[in-house]
């Protein structure tokens, strides 16, 4: 019965590549065109096709972690690519409405994050090993989107490019005071700081986070013109005449926007500028997938942009500009996995071959939706007064 059933949903739904499974017990389909090079999947026992049937977001990604799926030559990129470029081109496809019908199942249990939630939520992903993002980020420990401007730039330079665009668009003059929200392991604190003679607090709820940043402060010799606390966006530490936020609004909940825009407001200086820099997607509000939410990033969610704006406007803010950020995060994704592949062996060491499927499933699943999902990022830029910032955008291109 469950091969009948998933053969029923992959049949109609796989036009683009060939797929081949083999099925517990030996028997073998084939779906999609035979002249495309194929993607074979073995599945290992009846309880697996049965979960990839009955949540096959879920299942997938726990079977590749488990095992319990096989798939040749370990060609995992080649099997989500495969999906993806099927789902996205059918929208109406059987499997599709099978999963936006699951997915709106799980909308509603996605959508509140308490603060005591949050720093849970957080020490989940921001409080491995500091030995793991190492071996895979740039040297400046950028977990974020990066910026490349040219095609050949390396991460290294595309993440400085990020972090100039960034310093452009906040306007930054010296003696200014920032606030970075979700300020990770200092990076673009410090940066700030050094490059604009500014004064930064960075305020995270990763217990590790703080210590490395504040490390790093005092290595660089910072510690005068840059403060790492814990602390909520939401509790009242006073104003400043910048507030910037990378990669963090993904973790606030949408049930919580309103609270967010209302702490810019309440923290950002009369002639204040503010940067939300953040994943979105181009689709309608709906969910986040069950394994990353499981797996990876508990209380995790990505904004569409009329849900942004919507808490935006009522809280009397101007949007002075929005810049939408198409692939770059599949690049930097792809970069990341390389590193990752080239220091496994180290990494198996830190946890163990479960983690490593886990963390590979992770950064391919992601790089595969950002080329071929509608999932991008944002960068708003809000202020309270509209002539706070220049009439025109070409104060970002000059030198």
Same mark, same amino acid.
């Given at each position: 019965?469950?091969?009948?059933?998933?053969?029923?949903?992959? #049949?109609?739904?796989?036009?683009?590549?060939?797929?081949?499974?083999?099925?517990?017990?030996?028997?073998?389909?084939?779906?999609?065109?035979?002249?495309?090079?194929?993607?074979?999947?073995?599945?290992?026992?009846?309880?697996?096709?049965?979960?990839?049937?009955?949540?096959?977001?879920?299942?997938?990604?726990?079977?590749?972690?488990?095992?319990?799926?096989?798939?040749?030559?370990?060609?995992?990129?080649?099997?989500?690519?495969?999906?993806?470029?099927?789902?996205?081109?059918?929208?109406? $496809?059987?499997?599709?409405?099978?999963?936006?019908?699951? $997915?709106?199942?799980?909308?509603?249990?996605?959508?509140?994050?308490?603060?005591?939630?949050?720093?849970?939520?957080?020490?989940?992903?921001?409080?491995?090993?500091?030995?793991?993002?190492?071996?895979?980020?740039?040297?400046?420990?950028?977990?974020?989107?990066?910026?490349?401007?040219?095609?050949?730039?390396?991460?290294?330079?595309?993440?400085?490019?990020?972090?100039?665009? %960034?310093?452009?668009?906040?306007?930054?003059?010296?003696?200014?005071?920032?606030?970075?929200?979700?300020?990770?392991?200092?990076?673009?604190?410090?940066?700030?700081?050094?490059?604009?003679?500014?004064?930064?607090?960075? %305020?995270?709820? $990763? +217990?590790?986070?703080?210590? %490395?940043?504040? #490390?790093?402060?005092?290595? +660089?010799?910072?510690?005068?013109?840059?403060?790492?606390?814990?602390?909520?966006?939401?509790?009242?530490?006073?104003?400043?005449?910048?507030? !910037?936020?990378?990669?963090?609004?993904?973790?606030?909940?949408?049930?919580?926007?309103?609270?967010?825009?209302?702490?810019?407001?309440?923290?950002?200086?009369?002639?204040?500028?503010?940067? !939300?820099?953040?994943?979105?997607?181009? $689709?309608? /509000?709906?969910?986040?997938? /069950?394994?990353? +939410?499981?797996?990876?990033?508990?209380?995790?969610?990505? /904004?569409?942009?009329?849900?942004?704006?919507?808490?935006?406007?009522?809280?009397?803010?101007?949007?002075?500009?929005?810049?939408?950020?198409?692939?770059?995060?599949?690049?930097?994704?792809?970069?990341?996995?390389?590193?990752?592949?080239?220091?496994?062996?180290? %990494?198996?060491?830190?946890?163990?071959?479960?983690?490593?499927?886990?963390?590979?499933?992770?950064?391919?699943?992601? #790089?595969?939706?950002?080329?071929?999902?509608?999932?991008? !990022?944002?960068?708003?830029?809000?202020?309270?007064?509209?002539?706070? !910032?220049?009439?025109?955008?070409?104060?970002?291109?000059?030198?």
């Amino acid at each position: 019965m469950w091969i009948k059933i998933l053969s029923y949903l992959i #049949e109609p739904l796989i036009t683009i590549g060939h797929l081949e499974i083999e099925f517990p017990g030996g028997e073998v389909r084939t779906f999609g065109d035979a002249s495309h090079k194929k993607v074979k999947v073995t599945i290992n026992d009846v309880k697996t096709l049965r979960s990839l049937v009955l949540n096959p977001d879920l299942a997938l990604g726990e079977a590749y972690m488990d095992k319990s799926i096989f798939i040749e030559d370990d060609n995992l990129y080649g099997l989500l690519s495969l999906f993806a470029k099927n789902i996205s081109n059918q929208p109406d $496809s059987r499997m599709s409405r099978f999963m936006a019908f699951k $997915s709106n199942l799980m909308f509603w249990f996605q959508k509140s994050n308490l603060p005591t939630r949050s720093k849970k939520n957080v020490e989940h992903h921001y409080d491995l090993s500091p030995a793991l993002y190492k071996l895979f980020l740039d040297e400046d420990q950028q977990y974020s989107c990066a910026f490349f401007q040219k095609e050949d730039d390396t991460l290294e330079q595309a993440q400085v490019n990020k972090k100039q665009h %960034i310093a452009k668009k906040l306007l930054l003059e010296p003696g200014m005071t920032v606030l970075d929200i979700g300020c990770g392991w200092g990076g673009l604190s410090l940066t700030l700081a050094k490059d604009y003679d500014v004064n930064v607090l960075g %305020i995270t709820l $990763s +217990e590790e986070q703080k210590l %490395i940043a504040e #490390e790093r402060a005092i290595r +660089e010799g910072m510690q005068d013109k840059v403060k790492f606390k814990i602390l909520d966006y939401r509790a009242d530490f006073g104003t400043f005449d910048r507030i !910037v936020s990378v990669g963090m609004f993904e973790h606030v909940g949408t049930s919580n926007y309103m609270d967010y825009f209302e702490a810019i407001r309440k923290k950002l200086n009369k002639n204040g500028i503010a940067l !939300v820099h953040t994943i979105g997607r181009v $689709s309608p /509000p709906g969910n986040t997938s /069950p394994w990353l +939410e499981k797996y990876i990033f508990p209380g995790g969610y990505t /904004p569409a942009m009329s849900e942004m704006v919507a808490s935006v406007e009522r809280n009397y803010l101007y949007i002075t500009d929005i810049e939408v950020w198409r692939l770059h995060y599949a690049k930097t994704l792809h970069h990341w996995h390389s590193r990752f592949t080239e220091n496994e062996e180290k %990494i198996r060491k830190i946890y163990d071959e479960r983690f490593c499927r886990m963390w590979r499933y992770y950064l391919i699943a992601c #790089e595969i939706s950002f080329r071929y999902y509608q999932q991008v !990022v944002f960068q708003v830029q809000i202020s309270k007064e509209q002539d706070a !910032v220049p009439l025109t955008r070409t104060y970002l291109y000059s030198n």
